[in-house]
């Protein structure tokens, strides 16, 4: 248990960067919001089954089960379709949320003496027994929500509320909506919640308060025809019989929490506390898939022939000799990131810092090779590299090229000229003064060519000895001029 407990840590200590701690802050952002709007929802279920079918995959992939794996992708993607027609009015307020939550757009402010007057209006249809569903408008969209009804522009009035939800009259089962200290519709077909549980034995309009709770922002407001009692649905949770201090205190607060001008209050603490550990379960949720899609049991292994490339070594130091340019390394960790790695972006370097003359051995331990923090070298071969290095000295040569033949008759050579006629060379530093003069002599070849100027290059053939100087060209412009002298005999 320990062993399999530090492999895990050892992993997590190897991997962890901080890319992965952006990536799954961010997923756990949207996992919070899932995770909220499951409480009182008609998804729930839904989102449950999906959580369950998640972890399962998890544990699949984490097994390499491959088969259930395989069942499981195709059942995402049914899920997927299904969800996005089943649960269209869900998904866009999920994805609206977060921008309605950051959104400065206030809530239309509702007056202190328009709530008392809503106040003396709901008690007056309480006392008549009127029906009535009440629906204050938050910041999120009723449109999508609401059946039929009827547009009106009119400020808050008791007369006309009274009568438009006096039983007489046609539109007495609906809603009504206010926006501010506007009533802008009624008779309204608010949607049913599916939660029967928590309205119990109640009626319609208790299940519509309900359901359009659950769905948006807005406070509902209704009262029982049979029993004249006044009850508050918000964020899908239903208030029966509140009295007149609790419903103002209600529609207080939820001004307060909307509107620019109301007393900014903090959540309740237990509403703050609930969303603190809903936030870390979030996290560690997130974390927890994150961790269980990359972690990987088991090593893999893959070997590699890489070349060996030079760092540092001075301007007037030269390798000679060196007893290998390849180097076979076998690298040892998770699959994915193993297999990932690109053959070509991999080199083994050798570090020439402050080196000498002579020979300079560099063991595997020397070996500078950039690997990602989770994968290791297991193997490489040969364990060490010989080298031989010499100090050179930078001397001036002139180019002086060669014919391979002189010209065949008629055509007779004018002019040759090479450029540039002088460049450096690296010779050793112990035989510089017994060199003598050195001279670079590329061989020109007239064969095949005509009357007239001809242009090319020849690469410069370097003494074994010796080592083209840092900057210089390693080619030669020759440009050779020939005449044919039987044209002249012919005039």
């Given amino acids: ?19 992965y701690l952006v990536d799954i802050t961010i997923f756990s952002i949207f996992i919070y919001f899932v995770l909220k709007g499951m409480r009182a929802r008609t998804t729930r279920p839904f989102v449950l089954g999906f ?17 259930l794996t395989l069942l499981l992708n195709g059942l995402f993607l049914v899920l997927l379709l299904v969800s996005i027609f089943a649960f269209q009015n869900d998904i866009r307020r999920l994805v609206e949320k977060p921008f309605l939550v950051l959104s400065r757009k206030n809530v239309k402010r509702i007056e202190s003496s328009d ?17 009535a ?4 408008k938050g910041k999120e969209s009723l449109e999508r929500h609401l059946q039929g009804g009827n547009v009106l522009r009119s400020r808050i009035n008791r007369a006309l509320i009274l009568s438009l939800f006096d039983n007489r009259t046609p539109g007495h089962d609906g809603g009504m909506i206010l926006d501010g200290e506007w009533i802008t519709r009624f008779a309204c077909q608010l949607p049913l919640t599916v939660n029967r549980s928590k309205i119990k034995n109640l009626g319609t309009r208790h299940s519509a308060a309900l359901g ?3 769905k948006t922002d807005a406070l509902v407001v209704v009262i029982s025809e049979e029993t004249g009692l ?22 207080e607060a939820f001004q307060q929490r909307f509107t620019e001008g109301g007393k900014k209050e903090g959540p309740p603490l237990p509403l703050l506390l609930q969303n603190i550990v809903l936030g870390i379960a979030s996290f560690c949720l997130s974390f927890f898939v994150w961790f269980m899609l990359t972690y990987e049991p088991g090593t893999t292994f893959r070997s590699l022939i890489l070349p060996v490339e030079f760092r540092n070594l001075a301007g007037d130091m030269f390798i000679e000799k060196i007893s290998t340019e390849e180097v076979r390394i076998t690298l040892a960790g998770p699959s994915r990131t193993v297999k990932s790695l690109e053959e070509g972006d991999l080199k083994v370097l050798l570090n020439f810092k402050n080196a ?10 020397e070996y500078k090779l950039s690997l990602p923090p989770n994968v290791r070298l297991f193997k490489v071969k040969p364990a060490f590299i010989a080298t031989q290095l010499i100090q050179m000295k930078r001397m001036p040569v002139d180019i002086r090229p060669t014919l391979v033949q002189p010209p065949v008759f008629p055509l007779q050579l004018i002019d ?9 060379l690296m010779v050793p530093a112990d035989g510089a003064a017994s060199a003598g003069p050195v001279s670079i002599t590329p061989l020109v070849d007239l064969h095949g060519l005509t009357a007239g100027e001809h242009q090319f290059r020849l690469p410069l053939l370097i003494p074994s000895a010796y080592r083209l100087a840092p900057g210089e060209p390693t080619s030669v412009q020759v440009r050779v001029r020939l005449y044919n002298s039987s044209l002249k005999r012919k005039r």
């Avoid at 492999?7 to 901080?18: D, G, R």
């Avoid at 959580?51 to 088969?67: E, G």
């Avoid at 709530?115 to 029906?131: K, M, N, Q």
């Avoid at 649905?233 to 009295?243: E, R």
């Fill in 115 to 131: 709530i008392d007057l809503l106040l003396e209006t709901i008690y007056a249809l309480s006392a008549a027994r009127f029906g």
């Fill in 356 to 365: 000498k003359k002579g020979t300079r051995i560099f063991t595997e331990k």
């Fill in 51 to 67: 959580i369950t079918l998640s972890m399962l995959y998890i544990i699949a992939k984490f097994f390499d089960l491959l088969l």
């Fill in 1 to 19: 248990m320990f062993d399999f407990l530090n492999q895990y840590l050892e992993y997590l200590a190897s991997s962890f960067h901080a890319a």
């Fill in 416 to 424: 040759l000229e090479v450029t540039p006629k002088h460049v450096s």
């Fill in 212 to 214: 359009l709770s659950e």
């Fill in 133 to 136: 569903l009440l629906v204050f």
């Fill in 230 to 251: 006044i009850s508050i649905a918000q964020n899908g949770t239903l208030s029966y019989g509140v009295s007149r201090i609790e419903l103002q205190s209600g529609l």
